[in-house]
């Protein structure tokens, strides 16, 4: 299972994580929420872990990649990794 961080931290070391895991937050989201990065075990259901801490779904790796970089692509400049996690947190609780 999965390290318990931050969601600011996961979306920092995005890059580094499996496109394959999902990201499971605790409420409130917010960039200090802690996450766990892990495996689906079963379609549609929360690791034990995940489910322990309260933790509820948030969003696969792969698509907050995709995400990010496509957002990126229409902005004048980098945005700040807090622009970036808000942006995130967003797009999980309006769009996806």
Known sequence: MGQVITLLEAIRTLDSLDPE????????WS??????????????KLPEE???????????????????????TSLPQEPSLDEVCARVIHYA????
Do not use: N, S
């Open 31 to 44: 960039d200090k929420a802690m996450v766990i990065v892990a495996r689906e075990t079963e379609p549609g």
């Open 50 to 72: 995940a489910r322990a801490l309260g933790m509820k779904y948030f969003l696969e790796v792969f698509v907050v990649r995709d995400f990010i970089e496509d957002w990126k």
């Open 21 to 28: 895991d999902t990201i499971y937050v605790a409420e409130p």
């Open 93 to 96: 609780v309006h769009d996806a």
